[in-house]
């Protein structure tokens, strides 16, 4: 099965292949998991110059194209959309609906080959756009989403059909490894029993306050529980602050930690018995996948991306938005669950699951079902 990856967002600070690629490693992680699991796979990345390079083991062509002073959904980036279906790929997978005029595009240039859009967490635009865009999914074969309730606001827009199909594959994963739990906590200083850990922005949406009141709650039962916040955006901050600062005590479970750079999240998520969430809506849940890979037990909120995430709450616990006394009891029933075993069962998981070679297993059978089950990768 030949597959392109095609990407047409280009941040316009990036002048080097190499520079996107280690930005977009999602994009280069997918791929290189298509290709180890046997699809003959290429990128191809819109850029400010045309060249080719491969990176771990994949081909990257970049094709020189300016994007026009207008919104996504009217740019059709003919150019790159060219050299996708100059592959001939059996499966052209373009990332993001707003960019369904280029994928449109490339099916028009290749009519034999399949088409699909993978959606990443983006809203509808308003009209005229979703005409144009209800117009373009009409020549796309598939949409790829993490659950099929993230496709759910493009129906209502109108600009999917009740038809259009629809590929189930979590849009990311990560390389975090699973580490000794006491090695990562000699490295990150923290300690608990248990100890919780947030990793996200604190804003409405995450609702950290829900999770200090459900820690506050929880604690009753769980004397030792010690909660670690990382986070980066904090419009809330100062309400954290505040709500902790009228509580010393249990002020005293609480670290906030701030921004904690990307290569240190893996100790952090080591150093962890349960990560704990607050949020109303995710596109997917980087945070959770990340945790799940290092064997922290998920105790989240109960939306689509988490309850696919954690298997319907069977790895880890899920707990109704905003209520932080469904919160408390999740937290203590997963507490004393814990065991000696518990991290290499979250592990196995992630990697049944949600390890990049599982979803590319995943999305490769979807995909040769959509060509009529006649491809092999």
């Not at 290749?110 to 967490?121: C, I, R």
């Not at 609480?254 to 921004?259: I, Y």
């Not at 905003?322 to 990697?351: I, P, Q």
Request: net charge positive; glycine share 8%.
């Amino acid at each position: 099965m030949r597959i392109a990856c095609v990407s047409l967002h280009c941040d316009p600070d990036l002048r080097q292949p190499d520079q996107l690629l280690a930005r977009y490693h999602t994009l280069a992680s997918w791929a290189q998991a298509l290709a180890g699991a046997g699809a003959q796979t290429t990128i191809v990345q819109r850029f400010s110059v045309t060249t080719e390079v491969r990176h771990g083991g994949v081909c990257c062509r970049f094709v020189a194209e300016s994007a026009r002073e207008r919104p996504a959904w009217l740019n059709r980036f003919p150019a790159t959309a060219a050299e996708a279906a100059r592959l001939k790929p059996d499966i052209a997978l373009v990332h993001g609906m707003r960019h369904a005029p280029a994928a449109a595009e490339i099916k028009r240039r290749l009519p034999a080959g399949k088409v699909a859009v993978q959606e990443h967490a983006e809203d509808p635009p308003r009209l005229p756009g979703r005409l144009v865009l209800r117009s373009a999914f009409r020549q796309v074969d598939a949409v790829m989403a993490s659950t099929t309730s993230h496709i759910l606001p493009w129906r209502s827009a109108g600009v999917l059909g009740p038809n259009t199909r629809v590929i189930e594959v979590m849009e990311g994963s990560t390389r975090f490894r699973l580490r000794r739990q006491d090695a990562a906590r000699q490295e990150t200083g923290l300690s608990g029993d248990p100890l919780c850990v947030w990793v996200g922005r604190l804003n409405a949406n995450k609702d950290p306050l829900a999770v200090l009141r459900g820690l506050e709650r929880a604690a009753e039962r769980l004397p030792r529980l010690h909660l670690a916040m990382a986070f980066t955006e904090a419009p809330l901050l100062r309400d954290v602050r505040a709500w902790l600062a009228e509580r010393p005590d249990r002020a005293a479970r609480v670290t906030l930690l701030g921004a904690v750079p990307h290569d240190r999240v893996e100790a952090l998520l080591n150093s962890a018995d349960l990560l704990v969430l607050g949020s109303h809506e995710e596109g997917s849940g980087y945070a959770v996948i990340e945790g799940l890979a290092c064997g922290a037990v998920p105790v989240v909120t109960d939306i689509p991306s988490f309850r696919a995430l954690t298997d319907g709450g069977r790895v880890g616990g899920l707990w109704r938005v905003g209520d932080h006394h469904s919160l408390a009891d999740s937290l203590v029933y997963c507490a004393y669950r814990l065991d000696s075993e518990t991290r290499a069962r979250v592990r196995d998981h992630f990697d049944r699951r949600f390890s990049y070679p599982a979803l590319a297993r995943t999305a490769l059978a979807a995909f040769q079902e959509l060509l009529g089950g006649d491809h092999r990768p």
